[in-house]
């Protein structure tokens, strides 16, 4: 009762979920490793922000490239602010998912060298071809407090460099591109500006990145187990509801239908 398993149908049916099985298993181990790297860069995230300053220098240096291992780690730096190279980030958003930029401005150290300072989002002009209103800043030498972040790059980031933009705005925060452009050495990396604080409130700094969520990975891996195992479950609930429909049928041909007994005997003469 079972060479039925052998027709094209069947076969075809038995092979998708021979496929699918192997298939499940791995989605759901995949979904289980972005939970794991999501809940090792929570940690890394928390450790990092709760860490005590540093001066930048002992992090980075002109060239450097910052490892994970430092990103979000708290720094300090002093120096004097170079409003001539300032360049705005195009398409950042606020903390309400409001469109602008991100305000870039070199802070020249007291050796010479230069640090980039992300001092925080505006609202971008009415037009994309004109720079837009920005803050001020302190006059004379200053000590700023921020989190050290990597270099942007498109492999990383996904966004596109852009070529051909207006004066003074640029796409990605890269200490490199902005070496060439400043024409002195500019220490690898960048820095999210804490403190001090803008007071008039026109410059809105970045907020410290969220390591509380853990999103819905882990739901997703045990989802697609369960599927797993419910392709072999459910292939034998069709091979057997396919036995019993096979056993049934098999029964009346040998018995014949009681229809066609009926019919028989009301066609024969009595005598």
Known sequence: ????????????????????????????????????????????????VAAKPVPVEELTSPGHTVPR????????????????????VRRRTSSDDRVGVHVLTPLVLRDGKVLLVNRGWVPAAADQHSYPAVPPVPEGEVTITGRLKADETTGASGIKDLKGLPDRQVMLINSRQQAGLIGREVLGGYVEQTAPEPADGTIEQISEPDHDSI?????????????????????VILVRREKRDREAA?????SGTPEADTAETLATPSR
């Open 1 to 48: 009762m079972y060479r039925f398993l052998l027709s094209r149908q069947w076969v075809i049916l038995t092979l998708i979920a021979l496929v699918l099985v192997p298939t499940m298993i791995e989605l759901g181990f995949w979904q289980f490793h972005r939970h794991e790297r999501r809940v090792a860069q929570n940690a890394l995230i928390a450790d990092s």
């Open 69 to 88: 291992a430092d990103y979000w780690r708290p720094v300090t730096a002093t120096g004097t602010f170079d409003t001539a190279h300032e360049v705005v």
């Open 215 to 235: 999103g819905a990975h882990m739901a997703y891996a045990v989802q697609w187990w369960l599927f797993t195992a419910g392709v072999p479950v459910g292939w």
């Open 250 to 254: 098999a029964a009346v041909d040998a």
